[in-house]
């Protein structure tokens, strides 16, 4: 296949090296302009195409894997070249990015994703693949429901994945993780381990409880004594990681916290539901981003 990854950070250049690593054709597009983009991973090196509209325009898939914050202006800038059948998978943190696109992409199949894959970046043109993981892909609309073979595509180049016919609720359960990790951690600037000690649990609680209300709310199939023993496993299996919450506000970058935090407010507030404990994480990373902008 002919495909595009829009926005080669650390998961975006995971994917196009191992779909190309899988007999594809992957060119990027990244906020560079210059015609390639070298990404070395282990002992070899990988040179894509960037930023070449023909690319664009020649695509069977498209792979936007920049913040949910990024999502629209990257597909509003894009989209006079996008042609009406090339699928476009959307794979980033939290939710509602969906809702900021509009009229765009009316034709065109849609899918979400989400991955547990880690992926760092010490330097620009440098992957480290830190840890396996697992991705659910699903469609967002009825075209994407045709998409089904992608799965087979995306499995053949980095397993495990799975086809969810609900992804929606996959979503959810990964939005639940983030409102836990990735405030908490932002703000204490600690590794999402540091979240297993007895002094957060009270918060911990009330945090999933207004979740789970959200949830039931939107009804999302969950069980909470489930979800919660879920969030403590990744914050088990992730002790050692800073989450990506922690490493923007380290580098005074603006959050993902209005598809993440925001979005659970936002749904809450549909549903005439009281969330102060998310509120409160919500305004402290809102003055945390508003006092560097102001810097600037
Ligand atoms: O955003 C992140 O950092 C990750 O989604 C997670 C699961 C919280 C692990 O750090």
Excluded at 47 to 69: E, G, M, S, Y
Excluded at 106 to 116: G, M, S, Y
Excluded at 177 to 182: G, L
Excluded at 198 to 206: C, G, V
């Amino acid at each position: 296949m002919n495909i595009l990854v829009i926005g080669p950070g650390a998961i975006g250049s995971l994917w196009a090296i191992k779909l190309q690593q899988s007999g594809h054709q992957v060119a990027v597009f990244g906020r560079h302009t210059a015609p390639h983009y070298q990404c070395q991973l282990g002992e070899s090196i990988y040179t894509f195409a960037n930023h070449q509209v023909d690319d664009i325009r020649h695509a069977d898939l498209i792979l936007v894997t920049v913040k949910a914050w990024q999502v629209a202006s990257a597909l509003e800038r894009l989209t006079p070249q996008i042609n009406p059948d090339t699928i476009i998978m959307l794979m980033h943190n939290g939710m509602g990015s969906l809702d900021t696109i509009g009229a765009l992409l009316q034709t065109n199949p849609v899918l979400l994703a989400t991955t547990t894959h880690g992926a760092f970046k010490p330097a620009p043109s440098q992957l480290i693949h830190t840890g396996q993981g697992e991705t659910l892909i699903g469609a967002a609309n009825a075209q994407g429901g045709r998409c089904q073979f992608l799965r087979d595509v995306f499995d053949h180049a980095l397993p495990t994945v799975h086809w969810h016919p609900q992804i929606e609720h996959a979503l959810w359960h990964k939005l639940a993780v983030n409102c836990v990790i990735n405030p908490l951690t932002a703000i204490r600037q600690c590794p999402n381990g540091t979240l297993a000690h007895p002094e957060y649990q009270a918060r911990i609680t009330r945090l999933i409880a207004e979740v789970s209300a959200v949830m039931t709310a939107e009804k999302i199939p969950f069980q909470l004594a489930q979800l919660t023993a879920h969030i403590y496993q990744v914050i088990a299996a992730t002790s050692e990681n800073l989450s990506s919450m922690h490493q923007d506000v380290s580098h005074r970058r603006k959050t993902e916290i209005d598809f993440i935090t925001g979005y659970l407010i936002r749904r809450a507030k549909k549903h005439d539901i009281a969330v102060p404990e998310n509120e409160a994480l919500y305004q402290h990373i809102k003055t945390l981003e508003q006092s560097w902008e102001s810097l600037i």
